[in-house]
């Protein structure tokens, strides 16, 4: 079964900028017919931010970017103007097969926004 993981996140000051990974493992980001990027803030639920399909080029949805590289198996969420309320642990997570299945959720990347 393939597999999404995000990776990048850290400690960042508030309006700066960061790049987050989605790498897949066990197959292809092909094999998913839409990827999405999702951010979990502390007492809150899960939350979609944005999608990229296959055929999609990048994505802009406010603040942030959504890329892919299929050379590189790998998504793209592009985080400008950080501020302290997008601290929180990202994760990416996608649809596949017939009946757009959501694969299963990884461990996420921690970011912090703090000054």
């Known amino acids: 079964q393939v597999q999404l993981e995000a990776s990048g996140g850290g400690l960042m000051r508030p309006g700066g900028s960061l790049i987050l990974s989605c790498t897949a493992s066990?197959?292809?980001?092909?094999?998913?017919?839409?990827i999405g990027w999702y951010r979990q803030t502390p007492g809150s639920e899960r939350e979609l931010l944005a999608s990229?399909?296959?055929q999609t080029t990048p994505v802009s949805a406010g603040r942030f970017t959504l890329s892919r590289d299929s050379a590189k198996n790998t998504v793209y969420l592009q985080m400008n103007s950080l501020e302290i309320e997008d601290t929180g642990v990202y994760y990416c997570n996608g649809n596949y097969g017939e009946t757009w299945t959501l694969g299963s959720w990884g461990q996420g990347t921690r970011v912090t926004v703090s000054s």
């Open positions: 066990g197959g292809s980001i092909n094999n998913f017919h839409v």
């Open positions: 990229i399909t296959r």
